[in-house]
């Protein structure tokens, strides 16, 4: 059955099934292995906290994404691809159409701010020789 509303059990649900396929992806599973490592209940839970705040507006969620992302040197706008499209099969999977589109909206935004923070930022300062 699929979900025609968003609650906190939801999300845990999509958080851990989203992330079941990504620890499976030949590309994007090494990656998140690789700076996860051992931690990977602590991730899941900052990530449902993060999605329960950006879906529900609770304000539970006090991180700083861009910042641990921008430390990501082997990660590349493909990956982001690979990302959302786990993302929109995940929320396909488990949401209503409308509801699926709001969240995969957000992540859309959400990936698009990443790689202008990890990518765009960082090229216009080589271009321009000012040190990072």
């Known amino acids: 059955m699929k979900y025609s509303k968003v609650d906190a059990a939801k999300i845990h649900e999509l958080v851990h099934s989203f992330y079941g396929r990504i620890r499976n992806d030949q590309e994007l599973g090494p990656i998140f292995n690789d700076v996860i490592m051992d931690n990977w209940d602590r991730h899941l839970n900052t990530m449902v906290t993060f999605w329960t705040s950006v879906m529900l507006s609770s304000g539970l969620y006090k991180g700083t ?57 960082e090229n216009q300062f080589k271009v321009a020789n000012v040190p990072l």
């Not at 641990?68 to 590349?76: D, Y």
């Not at 992540?107 to 990890?118: H, K, V, W, Y």
């Open 65 to 121: 994404p861009m910042v641990k992302h921008v430390a990501l040197k082997n990660v590349t706008p493909a990956h982001f691809e690979l990302w959302l499209g786990h993302f929109r099969v995940t929320t396909a999977d488990l949401f209503e159409p409308d509801v699926a589109a709001e969240f995969v909206i957000r992540a859309e935004r959400i990936a698009e701010s990443f790689q202008l923070g990890m990518f765009h930022y």
